[in-house]
């Protein structure tokens, strides 16, 4: 069992807990929905720890672990976008570009679908979710910065939850563009993987903040309205 709790996967697991602790009485759907996603995700890179070891024992009989990704694609697309949604439409109406977001990237999952199957990464719907999001970020601290309204940043659920999102897909955005360079640094090694376990850290480390701010923020309003 312990050969399932990779770096990655323990710090996915943690920020499962701590989401369930502090959100499960939320009284927002779409916040007490990531404890769902977390699970989803949690589950998702266990059972591909298991397959792609079974692909290594017997790569004949056995697909790789890709296609699990490809489907995780699509709760990251909805899970994620959902929640800037809910964010943004606190300082605008968001819905038209989270909507016609989430349009171009099933016509774009669909057709990477149709062009190599499910058992290759869609690699360039990957991509584009990641720009999405950080324009998405980008836009969410602009209406942040126009928008007169003291905000507490350092118990902000929402400041942290962005910031989070942010580094990370922006960080998962530059090693997919700068791949090839990044590999001539390093060629013995994929470089990118450690790039992406310290954006791993950085990304569940920030979303747990922001869970234990909201609920933070929940149990102050409640103390004051008593």
């Known amino acids: 069992m312990l050969r399932y709790f990779t770096l990655n996967t323990t710090v996915e697991t ?13 009284a927002s759907p779409v916040w007490r929905r990531m404890i769902l996603f977390l699970f989803i995700t949690c589950v998702t890179e266990m059972l591909g720890i298991h397959i792609k070891r079974l692909y290594l024992a017997d790569r004949v009989h056995v697909h790789p672990n890709v296609w699990l990704y490809n489907i995780l694609l699509i709760f990251q697309a909805g899970f994620i976008s959902s929640m800037f949604l809910l964010i943004l439409n606190k300082y605008t109406n ?15 999952y669909v057709f990477e679908l149709l062009s190599h199957g499910i058992f290759a990464y869609n690699n360039i719907t990957n991509t584009l979710m990641s720009v999405l999001f950080v324009l998405y970020s980008y836009y969410y601290y602009y209406c942040l910065l126009k928008n007169d309204k003291y905000v ?14 942010l580094l990370f897909y922006f960080g998962r955005t530059a090693c997919n563009v700068f791949f ?14 450690p790039i992406y376990k310290v954006l791993n850290i950085i ?9 234990m701010c909201r609920k933070w923020l929940i149990s102050t309003s409640k103390v004051q309205f008593q």
Not at 14 to 26: G, H, N, P, Q, Y
Request: charged share 10%; glycine share 6%; net charge negative.
């Open 203 to 211: 990304l569940y480390s920030y979303w747990s903040y922001s869970f």
């Open 94 to 108: 968001g819905k038209l570009i989270i909507i016609s977001g989430l349009a171009l990237l099933g016509v774009l």
């Open 152 to 165: 507490n940043l350092t118990f902000s659920p929402d400041f942290w939850w962005i910031a989070g999102a």
């Open 180 to 193: 090839d360079i990044l590999s001539l640094l390093k060629p013995d090694i994929v470089i990118t993987y």
């Open 14 to 26: 943690l920020s499962f807990v701590i989401a369930f602790v502090c959100l499960a009485r939320d």
